[in-house]
Structures are given as structure tokens and as C-alpha cells.
């Protein structure tokens, strides 16, 4: 049996990246910081920053390029994949990613009481859209997020 799951609480460090492949799925790049922090030796209190690189597609994705901003709370869950490509001079390049399959926003504007989630559907194939709608077009609404 095998597990590849990853579940973070942390900060959004930057506004999301939102592109559209060619195919037409939206896709969400930004990241998170988590905070470690322990007593050394002489007692003194120590932190250190972790930096994840995320990325959520389809749905998840354009409500993470609707809803989430730079400094949201946020929780992840998701699984690890690391993508090689060579760069511009030959040299092999390897970048480590989460691949967010849920989301729950932490600090909904109003409500910090209560929690929005979000869960991406696994499957790849899109729903077909109604004639004229084409990527971008529909707006998300808030009443739409599944909660």
C-alpha cells in the first residue's frame, strides 16, 4: 500500500498565478508558508519559515484565483509531485509541488469563526459549458462554494 498525502495550515505568501492550458483547464500556482518553532539549547525560542509550492486546478483553481490573496489563512490538503524540464542552457531543472486536492479558507472575510471548503473534483473531464460560455466568462459566486 502506498500514501502520498500532505495536509498544511499556513499563510498565502503571494497572490495566485492563474493560467488556462490549452486544453482549457484552469490551473492556480502560489504559495504557502508554515512556521516551525522550538526551544534551543539555551532556551531560547527559535523559528523557521517552510515554503510550499502549490498548485490547484479545474474548479479548485478558479476559486483559489477568485478567493484567496496574499497573507489568507488557509488549510491544504493534497498530494506531492515533482516535475523535471530542462532550462533555457540544457540543465535539468526539478521543482517539488503540492498538488491541492481541498481547500478550507481560515479566515473568510466576516465569519472568522467558520470555515469555506472546497474540494476538487478528481475526475479530469470538465462539464460541458453552455453555448457562448467560454474559460473565464462564468463568474464564481460566493453562494456557489459548496460549504
Not at 493534497?78 to 530542462?86: E, F, I, M, N, P
Request: aromatic share 6%; charged share 30%.
Amino acid at each position: 500500500m502506498d500514501l502520498n498525502k500532505v495536509m498544511l495550515i499556513g499563510n498565502v505568501v503571494r497572490d495566485p498565478d492563474m493560467r488556462t492550458t490549452p486544453s482549457g483547464q484552469t490551473v492556480a500556482s502560489f504559495s504557502v508558508a508554515t512556521n516551525f518553532s522550538w526551544k534551543d539549547k539555551e532556551g531560547q525560542r527559535q523559528q523557521r519559515a517552510e515554503f510550499h509550492n502549490i498548485v490547484a486546478w479545474r474548479k479548485l483553481g478558479e476559486i483559489v484565483g477568485q478567493y484567496l490573496k496574499k497573507g489568507s489563512k488557509v488549510y491544504l490538503e493534497g498530494r506531492l509531485a515533482t516535475r523535471s524540464w530542462d532550462d533555457q542552457n540544457g540543465i535539468k531543472r526539478f521543482r517539488t509541488e503540492i498538488t491541492a486536492d481541498n481547500m478550507i479558507m481560515l479566515d473568510k472575510a466576516g465569519a472568522s469563526a467558520s470555515a469555506a471548503k472546497v474540494q476538487d473534483n478528481p475526475e479530469p473531464d470538465e462539464q460541458p459549458k453552455p453555448a457562448g460560455q467560454g474559460p473565464g466568462e462564468e463568474e464564481i459566486r460566493i453562494e456557489d462554494i459548496p460549504f
